[in-house]
C-alpha cells in the first residue's frame, strides 16, 4: 500500500507539475501575445503615421497642381479678356476715326454747295407736301383738259420739225 500512495504521490506530484508547466506555459503564451500585441500595436501606428505623411504629401501636391491650373485658366481667362478690350478700344478709334472722317467729308460738301442726304431729304418731303396740295386740283381739271392737251402735244412735234427746218435753211 505504500507502494500505491507512493505511487499516488508520485503521480499527483507528475501531474501538479505538468499542471504548473501548463500554467506556466499559458502566462508565458500570454506575456507574449502582449509584448507581440503591443509591439504590433506600436508597428501599426508608425505605418499609419507613415501613410498620413504620404497621403498628406499627396494630397498637398494634387492641391498644387490644381491650383496651378486655376491659375493658369485665370491668366488665360485674364489675357482674352485684355485682347476683347483692345479689340473693343481699337473698335472706339476706329468710330471716332470713322466720324471725323465724315465730319470732314460734309465739311468739304458744305463749302462746294453739295446737297447732304438731309437736305434732299427736307426738299423731298416739301415736293411731296407740294404735290399733295397741287394733287387735289390738278385731278378735276386735268380730266376735262386731257383730251386738248394729247392734240396740244401733237401739234407741238409738228411744229418743232419745222422749226428746225427754218433753223438750218437760215
Known sequence: MAKKESKAKQRVSEFTEQLDSVFLAGLGAFANAQKMGSETFESLVKDGEKFRKEASK???KLIDEVQDSVREMRDDAESRAEGLLD???DRSKL?????AFDKRVADAMDRLNVPSKNDIGKINKKLDKILKAIEPKAKKPVAKKAPAKKAVAKKAPAAKPAAASETKAA
Open 58 to 60: 499627396k494630397t498637398e
Open 87 to 89: 479689340r473693343v478700344r
Open 95 to 99: 468710330t471716332k476715326l470713322q466720324s
